[in-house]
Structure formats: structure tokens, C-alpha cells
């Protein structure tokens, strides 16, 4: 069965390991070397940089969303509370499974479906391994027929289930997932579903022999050297299908005991000898592998439309390291060039043998006869127009293979307007949206395989989960997978990219637009919780609508002159406004002259508001927590015409900030002069 897969996929699996190679900068350069300069070999990693570019847009974790299931269109709020802490469960363990693994799985699928059109990963589970202390065993002194039971249970007695379930708590979940390449994974499809999956690894003998769950007894007799079998690499072989999870050892052939198979040669993995090291039910029924198809699809039967997408990037990419690596070379060579030195051989008087080349010192002076001469072997080109023109294309080529880097800025030539831009950049959000859509399966398919392995296990598991509170600092809570609030398995969505600022941008004018009174029909086009929903995405807008209705209530509160005026009293500060507004005769008269001209030209010239002073009227009325006495009630003007919809800003006759610190600046300084 392996043979029959290693054949179908072996034209993917070249494919694959050459673009390895290529954002490796191991394709080989053809330059020719028996030259009389020196040649460049370097690789442009072209390649690098677009995948850099288009995997940076993701997520490093995806986020999940459980949908509510009701009943006859409705959906209750208990089914509601319970899918948004199932929610922030999911979302909790995957950032505790990306936090604990010794490598970003997420990312490497990101990784592998931008290069390879496939992706593939592995959830198991080791509840034994994470949860030690609930093992059950029997004592030595206990009878056969005895009830198991693990440390817990034998130390705490009646607080057992208390301590059992802090403990679970404290050690986190016991289900690990690990990243597959996908060109060593050989999945078996029927009607479109994964039935049966091959794995191939690699890992130490002595690490084979060390590992308690495997039979090891076909292998105690194969020679482990010096170092105990340290050095030599044993291929091993996973399979699992829809009941049974098993590890293999590919052994040496029964030819010779020596020739160990090795994982870069499909040869010899057909002839290694399979042995049984583990197998086990894992109870999921399905693979405990979640392969995670692309755009092109995934090469499910061996073929992918992306191929030609891949092979057409390879020579784009070999393109532009050749012409990047001559240009290199001519650079180098006209700046550090290769002389001829041509002498005259009357005049030198010598033999068939030409004298010896000049040595010239740096900044140095050098005699010659008349007709010698010293030039530079490589030939010097005007210009770079052809190479520069070349090398625009080839870039243009992979932009539009890989998809446009508009997205981030990347202006393409021959684009002068943001009408372009804008066309541009639509046209890569549709190329990256079908990668978007097949990570968003992929995350989906891994939540039901945790969900399945926890199902399968019948416990309780808990995941920390944090998050921002109302006051803006971090809560965290430990939140529990009930094995019955996942039987049967929730409706999942996944979000795997961030929206930009500028489409944020977008969106909040189209729902602002969309949501003000239209002219002669006194109506919006949209409500504004279809806006929110719709238009801004955000998930639950009557919650936002009731904060807005708590912070209008509240700040109309706030503004309350009854109630301003009773806290001003409770304070004792209405007594402190009116007594600095009022100045009896005798303060005023103590005024400087100056100061006292200034104040009485300014209020007979209305000049205190224009230039952003305050009338005594408005004063006044100020000092009494009543409106402006002037130019509110116009239509239009001030808060009133903000909540009408027309208008904003201050109206005439309100003091600017700025200008009524600048005016008092220069009375109080005249009041000093005078």
C-alpha cells in the first residue's frame, strides 16, 4: 500500500523539494567558470520575499467562532452563553497548544499552503503523559480483584473530585498537535474524504528503544554502534485510518541487515521491512490527521491545478537569479577589473617572452613607452535599460502568479492614480481569499479533532482563556469542555486575517453614508445594526448598541445642571463661582487703569468675541450652567445642529480654547504694565 502511494505522489514530491530548494537558495546558477574574470553566483530570494509578504497577513492563531443553534429561528440566551464560552475555550486552546509546542504549527500550515497548495497536521492526545497522577494502579499488597486507583485518590479520599479537577486545571490540556510536511504525508481519499493516511518520519534508534510504549524486540538484535544507536536514523512509518492509529519502524531489507532505508529515497523505503513498534484505537472515526486542502486541490489524486502555478515561479525565480547574477558579474568585474597590459616589443628590446606586468601601488605612478597601454578586459556597457527592463518584467510575471503585493503598499508601474491602485489591490484580495477560505476550513477541521480527542477521553479539560475587560485590563478565567457540550459536535467559523486600517477606513464611511436621512425621504437606507453587522463586521450589535444607549445615559447624567448645581453645592463650590464672578467697586477701582480701558473697549466693541473672549451676557449665563445666551439657538449651530445632522463645531461667539489663553496672556500683561 505504501509503494502504491509513494508512486502517485512522487511528481508532487519533486516539485516540492525543488521549491524548497529554491527559498533555500539551493537551485543551482549556471555561470560559466573557465573565464578570464570572475563570476557571481547569487540567488535574488525573490521567492522569499513574496511569501514573507503574503504569510505575514494572517493570524498567528486562528480565531473561532461557534455559531448558536436554536430552535424555530430563535436562539435562546442560555444556548447563546454557552457557545460564547465554548467559543473562548476553542480560542483559548489553540493559544495554549501554539505556546506549548516547540514550534508555531499555525504558521507552518500558513507556510505550507502558500508553497505546496496542501497542508497537513496531527492532534493526539496523552492524558497519561499530562495527567500523571490519575493513572490507577494496584499496590504490591493489594488484591487482584481490587479497584485501580490512582495518587489523588489514594492521598485526598473525600476531597477527591475537588482535587482531581484543580489538578486538570494546573496541568492544562492533554492533547498536543504537530506539523506534518506535506511531502512526507501520502493521504487515501474516497469520495472526496480522507480514509487512510502514511506518515513518514525519521528519529534515533536509541530514541526507539528508550520509548516504553513501543515493542522493541525485532529491533534488539540490529547493532546500535558506540554510541548506542545515537547515530543511526530509523524511518518510521505512521498510519492511521478511522479506528486504529499504529507506528511502524522500516527495518533493512531481508537482503542485506545493513541498508537501513532512508526518507529522501522512495526506493529504498519500498524495500525497508515494516515493524510493528504500537497501535492503538483512538476512538475519533476519522484519521487523526487534518489535511488541509488549497486552492489548487490539494493534490488529492496525485495532480494540483497550482502545479503549473509552481513551475512557472520556479523559472520566474531561476529568470531573475541568472540576470541578477550577470549583472552582479559585470559590476564586479568593471570595479574590480581584470587588466591587459600591451607592450611594445621594439621598444622594450626582449625576447618571444613578455616582461613581467607593472605592479602599481594605489595612487602610484607608473612609466611606460610610447604605444603601451593598460586596459580593462571586461567590456563596459553604456547601460542597464535592457536588464532593468528584463528584470521589471520578470517581476511583474510573480507578482501576478503569487498574487499583487498592492496590498501593503508595493506600487506597480505604470499605476499613477489610487483609482488603479485601488483595481489592483481588489484583484490580490481575490487571489488570497481562496487561501483565506482554506485555512478557515483548516482551522475549523482541527477545533473538531481536539473536540473529538476530549469526546473520546470522556473528561472534563480545562484552557486558560484572557481577555480585555470593560475597565481595559487583562481577566482570565479557566474555562471547561464538557464532554456533553460538544456531543454532538458544535457549527464552527474561523477568522484567519485581520481587516486593515484602511478597509476599516472604508467601511466606517459606506455605513456612515449608508446610515444618514436621505433627502425627500426622511428614512436611511440601512439601519445601523445592519451597518454594524454587515458593512463593519462586527459580530453582536445590539450589545453595541446598548453600550452607546449606557454612555448616552450617563453622560446625560453628567451634564444634568440639576444635578451639577446640587454637587456644586454639596461641594461648597457654588458659593466659590459666584463670589470670583462678582467684583464689588471697591475691587474694580483697585484695577490698574490699563487693565480696567482695555476690558470696557473690548465689551463696548463686541471685540471680547470676536477674538474669542466672553460677552458678559454669555458669562452670565456660563457661571449658571444655562446655555450660551447667544447663537445656540440657531439652526444649524453648535450641539444642536450636531444632533440634527447639519452643521458641528462652535458657534459664533464661543471662545476658542487657544484664542482665550492668548487674549488673557495679553490683558494680564498690559494689567502689569500699566
Avoid at 597590459?341 to 628590446?349: I, L, N, S, T, V
Wanted: net charge negative.
Amino acid at each position: 500500500m505504501l509503494k502504491v502511494q509513494l508512486d502517485v505522489y512522487s511528481k508532487r514530491d519533486r516539485l516540492i523539494d525543488k521549491f524548497r530548494q529554491a527559498l533555500d537558495g539551493r537551485n543551482p546558477i549556471k555561470a560559466p567558470r573557465s573565464m578570464t574574470y570572475k563570476t557571481v553566483a547569487w540567488h535574488t530570494r525573490r521567492l522569499n520575499a513574496i511569501l514573507n509578504e503574503k504569510t505575514s497577513r494572517y493570524r498567528p492563531t486562528p480565531e473561532i467562532k461557534v455559531i448558536p443553534v436554536g430552535k424555530d429561528g430563535r436562539v435562546s440566551k442560555p444556548i447563546r452563553n454557552k457557545a460564547e464560552r465554548l467559543e473562548k475555550g476553542a480560542n483559548g486552546m489553540f493559544y495554549q497548544l501554539e505556546r506549548q509546542g516547540a514550534e508555531s504549527v499555525w504558521q507552518n500550515i500558513v507556510w505550507d499552503l502558500h508553497v505546496a497548495d496542501a497542508a497537513c497536521e496531527k492532534w493526539l492526545r496523552s492524558p497519561s503523559t499530562w495527567w500523571p497522577k490519575l493513572v490507577p494502579y494496584l499496590e504490591e499488597d493489594e488484591e487482584e480483584g481490587a479497584e485501580p486507583r490512582d495518587v489523588l485518590e489514594r492521598v485526598h479520599g473525600d476531597s477527591y473530585e475537588k482535587i482531581r479537577e484543580s489538578y486538570k486545571q494546573e496541568q492544562g490540556l492533554p492533547i498536543t498537535r504537530f506539523w506534518v510536511p506535506i511531502e512526507r504525508f501520502y493521504p487515501v481519499f474516497d469520495r472526496g474524504f480522507l480514509t487512510e493516511g502514511f506518515e513518514l518520519s525519521e528519529r534515533s534508534l536509541r530514541s526507539l528503544m528508550n520509548n516504553p510504549l513501543f515493542d522493541t524486540s525485532s529491533l534488539s538484535g540490529y547493532a546500535q554502534r558506540g554510541d548506542g544507536g545515537l547515530g543511526q536514523s530509523v524511518v518510521i512509518l505512521e498510519y492511521s485510518n478511522d479506528t486504529y492509529h499504529a507506528y511502524y519502524a522500516l527495518g533493512p531489507s531481508t537482503n542485506s541487515r545493513q541498508a537501513w532505508p532512508r526518507i529522501t529515497s522512495s526506493l529504498s523505503l519500498t524495500m525497508g521491512t515494516p515493524v510493528l513498534l504500537h497501535s492503538y484505537e483512538h476512538g475519533l472515526g476519522r484519521p487523526v490527521y487534518n489535511y488541509i486542502i488549497g486552492r489548487g486541490g490539494g493534490w488529492v489524486s496525485g495532480d494540483s491545478r497550482q502545479e503549473g502555478v509552481m513551475e512557472a515561479l520556479l523559472d520566474k525565480n531561476q529568470q531573475a537569479d541568472e540576470l541578477f547574477s550577470q549583472k552582479a558579474t559585470f559590476l564586479r568585474n568593471t570595479m574590480w577589473p581584470t587588466r591587459a597590459a600591451y607592450f611594445d616589443r621594439e621598444a622594450r628590446g626582449s625576447d618571444d617572452n613578455p616582461p613581467a606586468p607593472p605592479k602599481i601601488e594605489e595612487g602610484g605612478i607608473i612609466s611606460m613607452f610610447k604605444g603601451e597601454d593598460i586596459k580593462n578586459l571586461t567590456m563596459n556597457i553604456p547601460d542597464f535599460q535592457f536588464a532593468d527592463r528584463l528584470s521589471e518584467q520578470i517581476i511583474g510575471d510573480m507578482n501576478a502568479l503569487a498574487g499583487s503585493p498592492v496590498l501593503y503598499g508595493e506600487r506597480q508601474p505604470g499605476v499613477n492614480t489610487g483609482y488603479h491602485q485601488q483595481i489592483q489591490q481588489n484583484q490580490a484580495k481575490h487571489l488570497d481569499s481562496q487561501i483565506e477560505n482554506a485555512l478557515s476550513r483548516g482551522a475549523i477541521g482541527g477545533v473538531e479533532l481536539a473536540f473529538l480527542h476530549i469526546r473520546a477521553m470522556g473528561e472534563k479539560c480545562y484552557v486558560f482563556s484572557a481577555e480585555k475587560g470593560r475597565s481595559g485590563k487583562m481577566d482570565g478565567e479557566y474555562l471547561c469542555i464538557d464532554p456533553k457540550d460538544i456531543d454532538p459536535l458544535p457549527q464552527l467559523a474561523a477568522k484567519v486575517i485581520d481587516p486593515q486600517p484602511q478597509d476599516l477606513m472604508i467601511a466606517a464611511q459606506t455605513a456612515l453614508q449608508l446610515t444618514q436621512m436621505r433627502p425627500g425621504h426622511n428614512t436611511p437606507l440601512l439601519d445601523d445594526a445592519r451597518a454594524r453587522q454587515d458593512i463593519l463586521g462586527f459580530q453582536d450589535p445590539e450589545d453595541i448598541e446598548r453600550s452607546i444607549t449606557e454612555q448616552t445615559l450617563r453622560e446625560q447624567l453628567r451634564l444634568n445642571p440639576v444635578i451639577a448645581q446640587d454637587m456644586a453645592q454639596r461641594l461648597g463650590l457654588e458659593l466659590a463661582k459666584r463670589q470670583s464672578a462678582t467684583l464689588s467697586p471697591e475691587e474694580a477701582a483697585s484695577a490698574s487703569p490699563a487693565f480696567q480701558q482695555a476690558a470696557a473697549e473690548m465689551n463696548q466693541s463686541g471685540e471680547a468675541a470676536a477674538a474669542g473672549g466672553v460677552q458678559p451676557a454669555n458669562l452670565a449665563a456660563q457661571i449658571d450652567g444655562r446655555r450660551m445666551a447667544e447663537s445656540r439657538t440657531r439652526d444649524g449651530a453648535g450641539t444642536g445642529g450636531i444632533l440634527q445632522g447639519v452643521g458641528g463645531g462652535l458657534p459664533t461667539g464661543a471662545p476658542q480654547p487657544m484664542q482665550v489663553m492668548g487674549r488673557t496672556a495679553q490683558v494680564m500683561q498690559g494689567s502689569q504694565l500699566g
